[in-house]
C-alpha cells in the first residue's frame, strides 16, 4: 500500500477514532499508528500477513476494539494486558498457541474470540474477567477442559470442533455461562456431568457430533431434574441439533 492512501486512512481515523485497513497484504502491524495512541477505539487489521504484534500495542489505552481476524500471529505480547478500555478482542484464523497471563487484566473485555487458532490447552487466567461474555476457542486443539474453568464470568462459551474428550463436573459451576457449545468434540455421553442438567445455569447445550446420539441425553441422571420449565426442547440452530434445557 501507498504512504499516500495510508497517510490518507491516519487522517480519517485521527478524526474518526476509527482505523480499517483489510485485506490490503500488510505484513507489519503499521508503525504509522504510534500517532494515534491517544484517540484510536477501533482497529481492525484483519485479512493481512501481520506475523507480530508490537509490545507498543500497550500504548493505544483508549482502544475498545481491536481486530486481527485472518493474519499469521503465533503469539500475543504481555504489554496488550495495558488496554484496560479493551472490550472486544478478535483474533479469529491465526496460528496462536498460547496466551500471556496478562489477558486476564483486560477487566472491561467483553467478547475473545479465537476461533481457528492452534491453542491446545484451555486457557487459564481468564476468571479475572468479570465483564466476559463470550469466549469463543471453537476450530482449536483442546482436549480438555479443566477445573479452573469454574472461576470463568462468560455467558457463552463455544468450544465447537476441538477435539474434547474431558470435560470437568466445574463447568456447571461457572456462575454466568448460559450457553456451552460442544459440537463435533470427541466427549462421550459418560463424559458429560450430570450436573450441567441438574445444577448449571445452562439453557443451550450444543453436543452434536460428538461420539454418542444427543436423544441418549435422556439417559443421564438428572435429566428430569432440570430447573422450570422441567422440559427438554430439541431444535436446528446454525445447521446443528441443540438441546434447550
Same mark, same amino acid.
Given at each position: 500500500?501507498?504512504?499516500?492512501?495510508?497517510?490518507?486512512?491516519?487522517?480519517?481515523?485521527?478524526?474518526?477514532?476509527?482505523?480499517?485497513?483489510?485485506?490490503?497484504?500488510?505484513?507489519?502491524?503499521?508503525?504509522?499508528?504510534?500517532?494515534?495512541?491517544?484517540?484510536?477505539?477501533?482497529?481492525?487489521?484483519?485479512?493481512?500477513?501481520?506475523?507480530?504484534?508490537?509490545?507498543?500495542? $500497550?500504548?493505544?489505552?483508549?482502544?475498545?476494539?481491536?481486530?486481527?481476524?485472518?493474519?499469521?500471529?503465533?503469539?500475543?505480547?504481555?504489554?496488550?494486558?495495558?488496554?484496560?478500555?479493551?472490550?472486544?478482542?478478535?483474533?479469529?484464523?491465526?496460528?496462536?498457541?498460547?496466551?500471556?497471563?496478562?489477558? $486476564?487484566?483486560?477487566?472491561?473485555?467483553?467478547?475473545?474470540?479465537?476461533?481457528?487458532?492452534?491453542?491446545?490447552?484451555?486457557?487459564?487466567?481468564?476468571?479475572?474477567?468479570?465483564?466476559?461474555?463470550?469466549?469463543?476457542?471453537?476450530?482449536?486443539?483442546?482436549?480438555?477442559?479443566?477445573?479452573?474453568?469454574?472461576?470463568?464470568?462468560?455467558?457463552?462459551?463455544?468450544?465447537?470442533?476441538?477435539?474434547?474428550?474431558?470435560?470437568?463436573?466445574?463447568?456447571?459451576?461457572?456462575?454466568?455461562?448460559?450457553?456451552?457449545?460442544?459440537?463435533?468434540?470427541?466427549?462421550?455421553?459418560?463424559?458429560?456431568?450430570?450436573?450441567?442438567?441438574?445444577?448449571?445455569?445452562?439453557?443451550?447445550?450444543?453436543?452434536?457430533?460428538?461420539?454418542?446420539?444427543?436423544?441418549?441425553?435422556?439417559?443421564?441422571?438428572?435429566?428430569?431434574?432440570?430447573?422450570?420449565?422441567?422440559?427438554?426442547?430439541?431444535?436446528?440452530?446454525?445447521?446443528?441439533?441443540?438441546?434447550?434445557?
Amino acid at each position: 500500500m501507498g504512504n499516500s492512501a495510508l497517510k490518507s486512512h491516519l487522517e480519517t481515523s485521527q478524526k474518526t477514532g476509527v482505523f480499517q485497513l483489510t485485506g490490503k497484504g500488510l505484513q507489519e502491524f503499521p508503525d504509522e499508528l504510534q500517532r494515534l495512541t491517544s484517540n484510536l477505539r477501533t482497529v481492525d487489521l484483519s485479512g493481512n500477513k501481520i506475523e507480530v504484534l508490537p509490545a507498543a500495542i $500497550g500504548n493505544f489505552l483508549q482502544l475498545k476494539s481491536l481486530t486481527l481476524n485472518s493474519n499469521r500471529l503465533t503469539n500475543l505480547p504481555s504489554e496488550i494486558g495495558k488496554l484496560k478500555k479493551l472490550e472486544t478482542l478478535s483474533l479469529n484464523g491465526n496460528r496462536i498457541q498460547h496466551l500471556p497471563l496478562t489477558l $486476564g487484566q483486560l477487566k472491561a473485555l467483553r467478547t475473545l474470540s479465537l476461533a481457528g487458532n492452534q491453542i491446545s490447552e484451555f486457557p487459564l487466567g481468564l476468571g479475572s474477567l468479570k465483564q466476559l461474555d463470550l469466549l469463543d476457542l471453537s476450530r482449536n486443539q483442546i482436549q480438555s477442559i479443566p477445573t479452573e474453568v469454574s472461576e470463568l464470568q462468560a455467558i457463552e462459551i463455544n468450544l465447537n470442533q476441538n477435539q474434547i474428550s474431558v470435560l470437568a463436573v466445574e463447568v456447571s459451576r461457572c456462575p454466568r455461562l448460559k450457553v456451552l457449545r460442544l459440537e463435533e468434540n470427541c466427549l462421550e455421553l459418560s463424559s458429560i456431568p450430570q450436573s450441567i442438567l441438574s445444577e448449571s445455569q445452562v439453557c443451550l447445550f450444543s453436543v452434536e457430533g460428538n461420539l454418542f446420539e444427543v436423544k441418549r441425553l435422556r439417559d443421564l441422571d438428572g435429566y428430569d431434574k432440570v430447573r422450570s420449565p422441567g422440559i427438554w426442547r430439541s431444535g436446528i440452530v446454525g445447521g446443528y441439533i441443540t438441546v434447550w434445557l
